[in-house]
């Protein structure tokens, strides 16, 4: 429906069949989303792939544009003549401010439900940063799944990638953006 022109000038997403617009962007959201790929990009190196707003092709009826992905394997890896979207990531971020239930809710559930195994919310309402892990069934949930563990870190603290255990990096590098 997009490369048909059905949503000329607006900005939306594909979750779970479902399209759903996207928020205008503030200052702090964007400052956020160029804070964190900025920092997953020095903390993570070449051989991850830290894509800002980019779409994750998550199946037939899933396409979100997470405003941060860490995708395995380089740029270089990813493009070519069989270019495509990528179909994982190893790290999902959202900033969240304005939609904070949505991407609690639905979006978590339509991550989880796509085996996502970290998945971190910005908290810009409340200045702290939200991890998500262990994906499990939930039929209560929009699309099944939940989220097991959910952590909060505040400025001060320090969290570990799944797919990087080595690395600690503070959640106040990844909050900053937004002045926190």
């Known amino acids: 429906m997009g490369e048909q022109g059905c949503f000329r000038g607006q900005r939306v997403e594909l979750i779970e069949g479902e399209v759903i617009p996207m928020s205008p962007q503030g200052p702090s959201h964007y400052g956020t989303v160029d804070t964190c790929e900025k ?39 990813h493009l070519g003549r069989h270019a495509a979207h990528p179909r994982h990531a190893v790290l999902v971020i959202e900033v969240s401010d304005t939609t904070l239930a949505f991407d609690r809710g639905k979006k978590g559930s339509s991550y989880a439900s796509c085996s996502l195994l970290d998945y ?28 097991a563990r959910k952590t909060v870190f505040r400025p001060g603290e320090v969290i570990q990638p799944l797919a990087r255990p080595d690395l600690s990096i503070a959640a106040s590098r990844l909050l900053e953006g937004a002045g926190v």
């Open 120 to 147: 971190w919310i910005a908290n810009l309402r409340d200045g702290v940063l939200e991890v998500y892990r262990n994906p499990i069934p939930d039929p209560s949930q929009p699309h099944g799944f939940r989220y």
């Open 39 to 77: 920092v997953l990009t020095a903390a993570f190196g070449h051989e991850y792939w830290v894509r800002m707003q980019g779409p994750l092709d998550l199946g037939e009826v899933s396409e979100p544009e997470p405003d941060v992905a860490v995708v395995e394997g380089s740029v270089k890896s």
